[in-house]
């Protein structure tokens, strides 16, 4: 291990940003909106981005450091300790509208951050307590059958019109939002019915995860309610709805208009590094855990973010992941920027 291995101890920014709200209030009430949305964008546009990757011996050596995989676990204290705090400030009263927006806000943007996108990395480990944290990290999105529908819905149809999840040539993104959202939803519910029928399992049983995740999700609500007044049920719900839009809005520009080849045998080719789009920008790799080589990581889902790596034939977005998100907030700016692109691809 040497000083560069704590490279990633730059993505505790975000969750410091979001104490800073909650903490400070006044115009700190937007602090991980100024982050996320105005400062990581601007900075990506001068900080110059790399492609290099690490050799063989590196990734063997980034492999056995343990560093790398405490600071996922780590998330899921601090996640669930800043929304224990607030919660707690948010019910204490005498806040300004403003300041409730600003700091919810903040709070949602790091459910997404440090919930969603850690839970995403930590949910395709093979170790059982990997995959717990994951899906405790979920629970704060109310987002759980994720762990369900991107593993073995995701992966599977990534870059067709069978995955929700994979976003349309001229498809706008509010549009997608709904598709993808419900129909993720709902594919959950399909794949772990078949996979209980294989078994040969009732699929209306606890056997059957989605019931499971909801009697979690549920019990969660009531649990902010018993502990914070009832009231705070909408807003955790809120902080949930940004933090999962805020996931879907990058399920969006990774895999926009992109699509994989049918095959006379009726399969689809195999997926390859053209079927996501990247960003090399230094700034959002080390705030995402590499999120933003996502080529790499459909490629083998199971290579840990320390060790992804850059292709010369993965398609490159044309600003980083928040810049890329904010232009798809206008559709006519996004598709004037990308629709002429994918025919190229």
Not at 125 to 150: D, G, N, P
Not at 159 to 183: C, H, K, Q
Not at 318 to 345: D, E, H, Q, R, T
């Amino acid at each position: 291990m040497n000083w560069k291995d704590t490279k990633y101890l730059l993505a505790y920014i975000a969750p410091l940003t979001t104490f800073l709200a909650i903490h400070y209030q006044g115009v700190w009430s937007f602090a991980t909106v100024y982050l996320a949305f105005l400062i990581v964008p601007l900075l990506e546009l001068v900080i110059p981005y790399s492609t290099a990757n690490l050799t063989e011996e590196e990734e063997q050596s980034k492999l056995s450091i343990t560093l790398f995989d405490w600071l996922l676990y780590s998330n899921v204290p601090i996640l669930w300790g800043l929304l224990w705090y607030y919660f707690s400030t948010i019910s204490a009263g005498g806040l300004a509208t403003y300041e409730i927006i600003g700091i919810t806000s903040s709070v949602g943007i790091i459910v997404g951050t440090i919930g969603i996108n850690v839970a995403h990395e930590l949910g395709h480990r093979v170790k059982k307590y990997e995959q717990t944290l994951s899906k405790t990290l979920l629970l704060s999105a109310l987002y759980m059958h994720f762990f369900i529908e991107h593993n073995r819905g995701h992966h599977k149809n990534i870059a067709t019109d069978e995955d929700p999840a994979s976003a349309r040539l001229g498809e706008n993104l509010y549009s997608f939002w709904i598709r993808s959202t419900f129909g993720g939803y709902l594919n959950a519910w399909r794949l772990e019915a078949e996979k209980l029928n294989r078994k040969g399992h009732a699929v209306f049983s606890l056997k059957n995860e989605m019931f499971v995740f909801q009697i979690i999700q549920i019990g969660y609500l009531v649990s902010v309610g018993l502990i914070f007044g009832w009231m705070m049920i909408p807003f955790a719900i809120v902080v949930a709805i940004i933090g999962f839009l805020e996931l879907e809005t990058v399920n969006y520009i990774e895999h926009y208009g992109l699509r994989r080849k049918k095959l006379a045998s009726g399969r689809y080719e195999n997926v390859t590094m053209h079927h996501s789009w990247n960003s090399n920008h230094e700034l959002g790799r080390l705030l995402l855990y590499e999120l933003t080589r996502h080529s790499d990581h459909h490629f083998k889902a199971t290579r840990k973010y320390q060790v992804l790596r850059h292709f010369d034939e993965s398609p490159q977005l044309p600003y980083g992941y928040p810049g890329c998100m904010i232009l798809s907030l206008f559709p006519p700016i996004w598709f004037k920027l990308m629709n002429k692109k994918v025919p190229a691809l």
